[in-house]
């Protein structure tokens, strides 16, 4: 799905779930740019009310957060 194109309609807007993700080749820092993530996504569970689920649709705990960590090059 998408957002409304008009901020008045997000009042209105329901959506069932929002996806982050990045591609650890394109950026130039990406432990920083995954830090940077998941404060958003702690963020984004805060004020929108939401729950924060892993790559595998489960709830993300902190083993996940730290196996993406290691992988990070």
Same mark, same amino acid.
């Given at each position: 799905?998408?957002? @409304?194109?008009?901020? %008045? &309609?997000? +009042?209105?807007?329901?959506?069932?779930?929002? /996806?982050?993700?990045? =591609? @650890?080749?394109?950026? %130039? &820092?990406? +432990?920083?740019?995954?830090?940077?993530?998941? /404060?958003?996504?702690? =963020?984004?569970?805060?004020?929108?009310?939401?729950?924060?689920?892993?790559?595998?649709?489960?709830?993300?705990?902190?083993?996940?957060?730290?196996?993406?960590?290691?992988?990070?090059?």
């Amino acid at each position: 799905g998408t957002f @409304p194109d008009n901020p %008045d &309609d997000m +009042a209105d807007f329901q959506c069932p779930g929002l /996806a982050l993700f990045m =591609l @650890p080749q394109e950026v %130039d &820092d990406p +432990a920083s740019v995954l830090e940077d993530m998941i /404060a958003a996504l702690d =963020l984004l569970a805060i004020e929108l009310n939401g729950e924060k689920w892993d790559h595998k649709r489960e709830p993300l705990t902190l083993d996940t957060l730290q196996y993406w960590r290691e992988r990070m090059p």
